[in-house]
């Protein structure tokens, strides 16, 4: 299995913060690396798939880069809908894994 | 719009066997570039992929739970389950239908239009 490790697993940043969420592979995964957002009590929703395509609908404050092994998603700028969870997933093999999630509080 | 919904929540007793079903709404089930899955989330944890099946009935399973697992599709009444059996508290976790979306110009597959998942608990 290739096993997805995110850092940090919390952060607290205030509104307007850039941020930056890191999601390493235990192997490498070309670019076949996805983003989702999930917040209390909710499914989780996609962000960006393919390492740094923006899916249809997400704020462009929302990007992403990497390829192989290491990843980053980063928010530009911090707005208050914004403090949920976050987690990365691999769907280069089965079983398609996921990071432990970054959960981004409000400072 | 196509919407996921899960069966409803419940309480399942060990060692029995977990069911539920997700009816698809808004589309089609029998699109080639999509497979649909089971996702779940014990509580205050992360996100574990179960496995997923083609509107042919194609299936993956993740290895860690195949032994117990069971997903089968029912294209006429635009529904797909799973099936759990012999389960523990460890089993205790919401779950997610979702559609999977085989993106063959990217090579990729995603996880893109989720249910709003259900809990299931298992206890005595």
């Not at chain 1, 070309?30 to 983003?35: E, G, P, Q, R």
């Not at chain 1, 996609?46 to 992403?64: C, D, K, W």
């Given at each position: 299995d290739i096993q997805m490790?995110?850092?940090?697993?919390?952060?607290?940043?205030?509104?307007?913060?850039?941020?930056?969420?890191?999601?390493?592979?235990?192997?490498?995964?070309?670019?076949?690396?996805?983003?989702?957002?999930?917040?209390?009590?909710?499914a989780p929703n996609?962000?960006?798939?393919?390492?740094?395509?923006?899916?249809?609908?997400?704020?462009?404050?929302?990007?992403?880069s990497g390829s192989g092994t290491d990843f980053t998603l980063t928010i530009s700028s911090v707005q208050p809908e914004d403090f949920a969870s976050y987690y990365c997933q691999q769907s280069y093999s089965t079983p398609y894994t996921f990071g432990q999630g970054t959960k981004l509080e409000i400072k | 719009q196509l919407q996921l919904q899960e069966s409803s929540p419940r309480l399942v007793k060990p060692p029995e066997t977990l069911s539920l079903t997700c009816t698809v709404s808004?589309?089609?089930i029998s699109g080639s570039n999509y497979y649909w899955g089971w996702i779940r989330q014990p509580p205050g944890q992360g996100l574990e992929w179960i496995g997923t099946i083609s509107y042919s009935g194609t299936t993956y399973y993740n290895p860690s739970l195949k032994s117990r697992v069971t997903i089968s599709v029912d294209t006429s009444k635009r529904q797909f389950s799973l099936r759990l059996s012999s389960v523990t508290a460890a089993d205790t976790a919401v779950y997610f239908c979702a559609r999977l979306n085989t993106m063959e110009q990217l090579d990729l597959d995603v996880f893109d239009i989720w249910g709003q998942g259900t809990l299931i608990t298992v206890s005595s």
């Open positions: 490790t995110q850092s940090p697993l919390s952060l607290s940043a205030s509104v307007g913060d850039k941020v930056t969420i890191t999601c390493r592979a235990s192997r490498s995964i070309s670019n076949v690396l996805n983003w989702y957002q999930q917040k209390p009590g909710k996609l962000l960006i798939y393919a390492a740094s395509s923006l899916q249809s609908g997400v704020p462009s404050r929302f990007s992403g | 808004g589309g089609s």
